[in-house]
Each structure stands twice: as structure tokens, then as C-alpha cells.
């Protein structure tokens, strides 16, 4: 149980474009998912967190109008690169916990998007 | 603010031989502490985790951490590796409250060769 789909796996796309990646939980409703990004050979910085039905929080440092992420259902949460660069290239990653989960229960995690910007 | 370190990037280690992942952590409160695996061009599964109670945990694929209050650590240890074993391995952290954000360390790359 608790699977955390996240779509696409890999994605490229040209400089300038928008790039939505999705995240889903299959078989628990997530009230909170949190997106990360991941550098290569480095570790996971949080991004923003996302509870359903309102406004994400953004973590110092990351652009919420480059980023946009909605969570309008108890399922669904997704993440939005606007004018994407090649800066923008690296590995996105969701997680999620489930709506009957204490503050204290592991997170599930999604098994990352690879964007590319070219 | 809380924050993890873990001091060794590359870990390279014989099959059937035994390793000790490092990590030690920052916080001026009681967190909880987590393991969590990374195969390449994955997410992240959890290994094992420490809440409260006894120090020494027990997680999947025969890991286990201890944590240290007094020295502020929260190593991984596993008495025998496997090939598999191999992968990226991160240490976290979050405040012992009602609302879990993670802080991550930078990450130990487990490499297990015959």
C-alpha cells in the first residue's frame, strides 16, 4: 500500500516551455505532498509544501511563480515549471502522507521526474 | 534549524563484508530520524526510521541504525552486504511535531563490488 505514482519519469523540453509533472497517491488520500529537487550527486532540497485545497508553501529561495503547484484533490498534486531553462534541469521528486498518517509517519515517495531543458 | 550530516560521499565495500553508513545531526529539540534508499533514477523507499524508545532499529533488508543521543549520531549498519545493497543512501531529520518537513543529508553512495 501507500504508492505514489508520479508522471511523466523523464521529460524534455525546450527552453521557454512549461512543463507539468503530476503526482498522484494511488491507494491513500494525502492531505500534504511535499515537491523536492534533486542535483546530481546531491541531496534533496524541499521546494514547497502543498496542502490539498489551499496555497503551497514555498521554501526561501524557490520562485512560486516559476513553480507553480496545485493540490486541488485529496489525490492529485502537480507541479508546474513555467518558461522552463536549462537551469531548470535536474530531478523532481513528490512526496505525500496520508490523510489518516500522524505528523510522525514516513512520507511515501514518488520515483521522480528527470526534466531536461534544452 | 535542524540539519545532517553525513561526512562520507562514497562508501566502497566488498559483497559479504560489513558497513557502517555515518551520520550525525543538529537540532536544539527532539527529532525524529530516517534511512531512506535511492536506486538510481528513483524515488526514495524508507529503510528504517527512529521515533522514540529503544535506540537500536531494525529496518528493511537486514539494516539496522542505532541512535546516540549524547553524540548526536544515527549511523546505518548492516552486517553483510549484497550487490544489490548498492545505491545512494540518505540520512533525515524532522522535528518530533504534528507537522513532518524532512531535511535531508547530502547523501552516501554505497558501492558493493565482488
Known amino acids: 500500500g501507500a504508492v505514489v505514482s508520479q508522471h511523466p519519469s523523464r521529460v524534455i523540453c525546450k527552453s521557454g516551455t512549461s512543463v507539468k509533472i503530476e503526482c498522484r497517491s494511488l491507494?491513500?488520500?494525502?492531505?500534504?505532498m511535499f515537491w523536492y529537487r534533486q542535483f546530481p550527486k546531491q541531496s534533496l532540497m524541499l521546494m514547497a509544501t502543498?496542502?490539498?485545497?489551499?496555497?503551497?508553501?514555498?521554501e526561501q529561495g524557490v520562485e512560486k511563480d516559476k513553480f507553480l503547484i496545485n493540490h486541488a484533490s485529496l489525490t492529485l498534486s502537480t507541479l508546474t515549471v513555467t518558461s522552463a531553462h536549462p537551469e531548470d534541469s535536474s530531478f523532481y521528486i513528490c512526496?505525500?502522507?496520508?490523510?489518516?498518517?500522524?505528523?510522525?509517519?514516513?512520507?511515501?515517495f514518488g520515483n521522480g521526474t528527470r526534466l531536461t531543458v534544452t | 534549524a535542524q540539519s545532517v550530516t553525513q561526512l562520507d560521499s562514497q562508501v566502497p565495500v566488498f559483497e559479504e563484508a560489513p558497513v557502517e553508513l555515518r551520520c550525525n545531526y543538529s537540532s536544539s529539540v527532539s527529532v525524529y530520524l530516517f534511512w531512506y534508499v535511492q536506486y538510481p533514477n528513483q524515488g526514495l523507499q524508507l529503510l528504517l526510521k527512529?521515533?522514540?524508545?529503544?535506540?537500536l532499529v531494525k529496518g528493511i533488508n537486514g539494516f539496522e541504525a542505532e541512535f546516540n543521543k549524547s553524540q548526536t549520531s544515527f549511523h546505518l549498519r548492516k552486517p553483510s552486504v549484497h550487490i544489490s545493497d548498492t545505491a545512494e543512501y540518505f540520512c533525515?531529520?524532522?522535528?518530533?511535531?504534528?507537522?513532518?518537513?524532512?531535511?535531508f543529508g547530502t547523501g552516501t553512495r554505497l558501492l558493493v563490488s565482488p
Open positions: 512526496s505525500a502522507r496520508g490523510l489518516s498518517e500522524g505528523g510522525n509517519s514516513p512520507l511515501h
Open positions: 502543498s496542502n490539498e485545497g489551499s496555497k503551497a508553501t514555498y
Open positions: 533525515a531529520v524532522s522535528l518530533n511535531t504534528g507537522f513532518q518537513k524532512l531535511v
Open positions: 491507494d491513500f488520500q494525502a492531505t500534504t
Open positions: 527512529y521515533l522514540s524508545g529503544s535506540t
